[in-house]
Nanobody, 113 residues
Framework: AQFVEFGGGLVQPGGSLRLSCVFSGRIFSLYGMAWYRQAPEKPRELGATTTSNGRTDYRDAVKGRFTIYRENANNTMYLQMNSLKPEDTAVYYC????????WGQGTQVTVSS
């Protein structure tokens, strides 16, 4: 499996971004998927998950602000991020749940005024 993330950038506090993840190498619709993030000098953490049939879950820090969703026909997953905070600054990665496939390059999100 391969993962390509894009859509990051520099945004002011309170702003929004939509991240995209393109998945290849397997049948996307069969896999639970997740967005992770890694802030400088911190371990990678799980941010949001979606099952193969679209059930979602979020870490408390992003609940009510982030929305994870997927388009199985396009092998693509998204993360809509609203009301961004400086503490959301991180490199964001997507990955399927449970595999040991290599990680993608991630996409940098910087929230700063």
């Amino acid at each position: 499996a391969q993962f390509v993330e894009f859509g990051g950038g520099l945004v002011q506090p309170g702003g929004s971004l939509r991240l995209s993840c393109v998945f290849s190498g397997r049948i996307f619709s069969l896999y639970g998927m997740a967005w992770y993030r890694q802030a400088p000098e911190k371990p990678r953490e799980l941010g949001a998950t979606t099952t193969s049939n679209g059930r979602t879950d979020y870490r408390d820090a992003v609940k009510g602000r982030f929305t994870i969703y997927r388009e199985n026909a396009n092998n693509t997953m998204y993360l809509q991020m609203n009301s961004l905070k400086p503490e959301d600054t991180a490199v964001y990665y997507c990955h399927d749940i449970g595999s040991v496939a290599p990680w993608g390059q991630g996409t940098q999100v910087t929230v700063s005024s």
